[in-house]
């Protein structure tokens, strides 16, 4: 793991006031993927006991632009787009999404990333989202 990419992007998380509130975690980061997650509080949950699909779609859409930021020469980048597929309730304590760059070119990257609720130590995949990540100035205005 790149020690340097993994505290320059922790550094970014660190600069997110949502993801603070949150209490997202950046655990790896290297060229072309990413993981974040994000240890679940009641205020995450709805009111049938899981985590809200926003938060769920939240953690998957920052997964996304951290793996395709890393593909980027460029230096700031935002989601285009992203599709997200609810595939069961995330229920368990911890939530753990993982990105990885599909295909990189000079003006985008399109990504995927797995989102896992893992109760007790077995992780279930819960969502599973595609986005396309850009730099900061190619963002439709």
């Known amino acids: 793991m790149n020690a340097d990419l993994l505290q320059f992007g922790r550094r970014i998380l660190a600069e997110q006031p949502f993801s603070i509130l949150l209490g997202t975690e950046l655990t790896a980061f290297e060229p072309g993927r990413a993981e974040l997650t994000l240890a679940v509080r ?8 899981f985590v809200h699909g926003g938060v769920v779609s939240y953690l ?12 980027l020469p460029q230096q700031g980048v935002v989601t ?8 069961r309730p995330a ?9 990885s760059v599909q295909y990189a070119g000079r003006t985008q990257a399109v990504c995927r990333c797995d989102v896992f609720a893992v109760n ?3 992780e279930k995949l819960c969502a599973t989202a595609q986005g396309t990540i850009v730099p900061l100035g190619a963002a439709p205005e």
């Open 80 to 87: 285009s787009e992203y599709k997200i597929n609810y595939l």
């Open 91 to 99: 229920i368990g304590q911890t939530l753990v999404a993982r990105a």
């Open 120 to 122: 007790q130590g077995e």
């Open 42 to 49: 009641r205020e995450h949950q709805q009111q049938h006991g």
């Open 60 to 71: 998957a859409d920052n997964a996304l632009t951290y793996a395709g930021g890393s593909a």
